[in-house]
């Protein structure tokens, strides 16, 4: 497979639109002519408004992705006609975005402290450091 040997708008342009319609990076970069994905992460990092473009294609594509599902889940889309296909590949594009983007697509975790009748407290754990959950635990260990 050959790899392009200098950087062009155009095959940054191809990889950006591809992108955010929710095609991976490393299916793009499988094709000739394309660079290959540590190719393509070393131009980001040394370019800022690349990084910065790359970042809203991948937000974008993870929308893509979410707008694909909705679709499949209405027979619609990418739907295989095949119930139990179309639930697999629904819950896989989930787990993959719930991990990808767990501040937008991650779970919500409830909290409680225990007993029928105290309140309880919902925390949106995903994306925060260990230390900040650890401050909230006593925090509310606390209370």
């Known amino acids: 497979m050959a ?3 200098k ?3 155009e095959v940054e ?3 950006l639109s591809r992108m955010s319609r929710g095609e991976p990076l490393a299916q793009i970069c499988r094709e000739e ?3 290959t994905p540590t190719t393509w992460r070393e131009w980001c990092r040394s370019d800022q408004a690349l990084d910065i473009a790359h970042g809203h294609a991948r937000e974008d594509g993870f929308d893509a992705i979410a ?3 909705r679709l499949i889940a209405r027979e619609g889309g990418d739907s295989s006609g095949d119930v139990q296909r179309d639930k697999l590949m629904i819950e896989t594009d989930l787990k993959l975005l719930a991990k990808w983007d767990p501040k937008r ?5 409830d909290v409680t402290s225990g007993g029928d009748k105290l309140p309880t407290t919902t925390i949106n754990v995903a994306g925060l450091s260990e230390a900040t959950l650890r401050e909230i635990a006593a925090q509310e260990a606390g209370s």
Request: aromatic share 10%; net charge positive; no cysteine.
């Open 13 to 15: 342009q191809a990889i």
């Open 33 to 35: 002519g394309m660079p």
């Open 7 to 9: 950087r062009t708008v």
């Open 3 to 5: 790899y392009p040997s």
């Open 67 to 69: 707008a694909n599902v």
């Open 105 to 109: 697509y991650g779970d919500k975790i």
